[in-house]
């Protein structure tokens, strides 16, 4: 310990040294600080999850048949079957899977059209495997949507992986909110687009049901009458042959009740040449109706067939209607994709003639865009949400929380030492921590296969380094004082030995905390908080033992006013290490 005692003591004699020691110790400040919008160390609510099981959502376009959706989902499945990690899976068409903890907000359980399919795959144990769920996932997503998506065109087929935390509708979602619906459709088209083109996203989809042509058979009551039918008639012949229904029923021993007899055409049957008017009038050529009198007569003459759009699904929030764009991120970070899409649509909204305006002031929407049309004046917004949201509001709340926690310290220090300047020093020797916190996580990026981010668990590490490394600085300070007071030792003198001689319970402490937080460095979830504790309590070392003891050397309120000092050389004062 002299040799650290010597070296603080080195230091504390050269205003040269002192003055490089801070600099030094800002510049890394800083410099760790800068990783994060370098994208050298990547925020995020939290990592992927590795689970036992994920999900594949196909929707094919508005309009499409059953066959169809059956087509796209079988090739997702052989595709899949290869895979020696896949136990089983499970297909639902026309229909979403049973609840599961993310399609509790995905929409999952009110998926009722032939156009929808789910797949729920399940995984070998994760704890014998050696791939991760998501990292599978971010393998098969561009084998899968290359070979199925093109078996109809128009299809999105998404992966959905089992969430960390708080379920969100999507990793990245934009609100598309406006009082016009088609301009609403055009903008969302326009987001979209974007999106796909930014690197690292993936999964684009927009939330809305497209708008196509359809028919609509109109039964003709006055042909219905003349011609001996009834409307009820009209109605059942076409639901019977598209749709089917019961026409009797069986009696069986083997049964308690009555078996029905379901009628309809064949699939066969049923399927048109083609989407035209033509088509349809053909297939209902063939259908005729016996009326009273026994003739048969056309379908085609006692119903009016009528042009019309389809009824899209309207959503609404906050009593305003909106279009969402949903898209995930490929094992990334949101933050990098998100600014990177939204300086695109700022450039390319603003070349289409609209005034782009950003959201004022920081807040939770400060990412959100104002869109206003010249010509009309109406006006748009484009609002992120999804777990970018959710991202946002906890790094705000901890940051609200890390503040408080600043101010709470700083006034007990300021009631303990009665000074404004041991204070303010203790405080910069706990923030300095965040050097390590930083540092650690890209340390840990570089050893870890996967991307290793600055999560929320890391910032709950960094608060709960500030108490330990207040502690370390107030045992230099207390010391220092003690010796300088019982010894009159000189103040140079007595901050390097006491940065020497509490520097043992200082590596004590900090080596019980690095092994105690070993075993939370390896957790999918709270590795954060691991390397944040790690990584933050070597860095609190160093700036305990260095760089609090030249903050102290030029602090009036270490200066010990006595009237009558007492004065000892220091060679002669004995001080147990």
Known sequence: MHKLENLVYWILESKSRKFLVIVLTLVALALSVLMIPAGLVKARMLPGKSDNTYSVYIDTPTGSSKEQTKMVAECVVDNLKSEKEITNMVTYIGEGIPLDYAGLVKGAGMKNSENVAEISVNLTNKHTRDEKSFSMVSRLRPIIKKKCEPLVKGTVIKFIEQPAGPPTMASIVVEVTGDELDKDRELALDVANILSKTKKVVDVDIMADDIFKKYTLVPNKDKISRSGLSVEQVNKIIYLAFEGMAIAHKNSKSEAGQINIFLSLDPATKKFENKSLEALKVKLSSMNLMNQKGMLVPLTEVVDIKEAKSNPMIMHKDLKRLINVIAETDNESQVYPLLEARDKMIEYFTKKGYKVEKEPGMNTYMFDLHLTDPKT???????????????????????????????????????????????????????????????????????????????????????????????????????????????????????????????????????????????????????????????????AVFVSLIFVPVLLDGAKAMEIDDENPIHHDPKNVSITR
Do not use: C, Q
């Open 377 to 539: 004046g109406k006006k748009y917004l484009l609002r992120w949400d999804g777990e970018m949201k959710v991202t946002l509001d906890t790094f705000r709340d901890l940051g609200g929380a890390f503040i408080g926690a600043l101010v709470l310290i700083f006034l007990l220090l300021v009631i303990y030492y009665k000074s404004f300047a041991l204070s303010g020093i203790v405080l910069a020797g706990s923030f300095l921590s965040i050097i390590g916190v930083i540092v650690g996580h890209w340390v840990a990026d570089l050893v870890t296969t996967d991307v290793f981010f600055l999560t929320a668990t890391s910032l709950i590490g960094f608060i709960a380094l500030m108490g330990i490394s207040s502690r370390n600085s107030l045992l230099l300070i207390d010391f220092a004082k003690s010796l300088m007071e019982a010894h009159g030792m000189e103040k140079r003198r007595a901050i390097a030995i006491s940065s020497a001689t509490r520097a043992k319970p200082i590596a004590l402490t900090a080596v019980a905390i690095i092994l105690g937080s070993a075993l939370l460095a390896s957790d999918p979830i709270f590795g954060g908080l691991g390397v944040a504790l790690i990584s933050g309590t070597v860095a």
